[in-house]
């Protein structure tokens, strides 16, 4: 997918934590506290730890946790911060959270572009066809305001999920 280099950027740092805690092997209890500090960070009345947060969790999240985080990263969709709710798409995508697949259409409409981006990349990576209306609106918006690089994101969410565009899937058991 065409990203602008502010979204390729926030992405490399994500994957970089997410590649950081599975290349370590973190054993069950490491993953558990970084999780646990992650959400407390999220919750904080401190904005600034709040990035800190949904990165650990984004960083040690694996398909075990993902009953129990789902709520905490939907919550972090919603946060004042663009790259808190950037993260915390890529957190739904990695978890496979077809669960939240209206709160990440509702991020489609953000105004941080790169947001809207993270949010149909994560949509069309998830792979699920309830996702297409909403894409489908948001991508006739686009057209209509002439937002040609945002409307080429949401296209291309439509062709992943519809096969159109090759892309691996998430999935967890």
Wanted: aromatic share 6%; hydrophobic share 40%; charged share 25%.
């Amino acid at each position: 997918m065409k990203r602008c280099w502010a979204t390729t950027a926030m992405v490399g740092m994500a994957v970089l934590l997410a590649g950081f805690a599975s290349a370590q092997g973190y054993d069950k209890k490491t993953i558990e506290k970084m999780l646990t500090d992650g959400a407390k960070k999220l919750n904080s009345p401190n904005a600034a730890e709040h990035e800190q947060g949904i990165g650990f969790i984004l960083g040690y999240i694996t398909c075990a946790y993902r009953t129990q985080y789902i709520p905490v990263a939907v919550k972090a969709l919603k946060d004042p911060n663009p790259t808190v709710r950037s993260y915390a798409a890529q957190t739904l995508e990695k978890i496979a959270a077809k669960e939240a697949i209206p709160d990440l259409i509702a991020l489609l409409d953000d105004a941080v572009n790169d947001v809207s981006d993270r949010a149909a990349y994560a949509l069309g990576t998830i792979g699920d066809t309830s996702a297409v209306p909403g894409i489908t609106r948001a991508l006739e918006s686009a057209k209509a305001q002439k937002k040609t690089s945002r409307a080429a994101m949401f296209q291309e969410s439509l062709d992943e999920i519809s096969g159109k565009s090759p892309t691996e899937h998430t999935h967890c058991p």
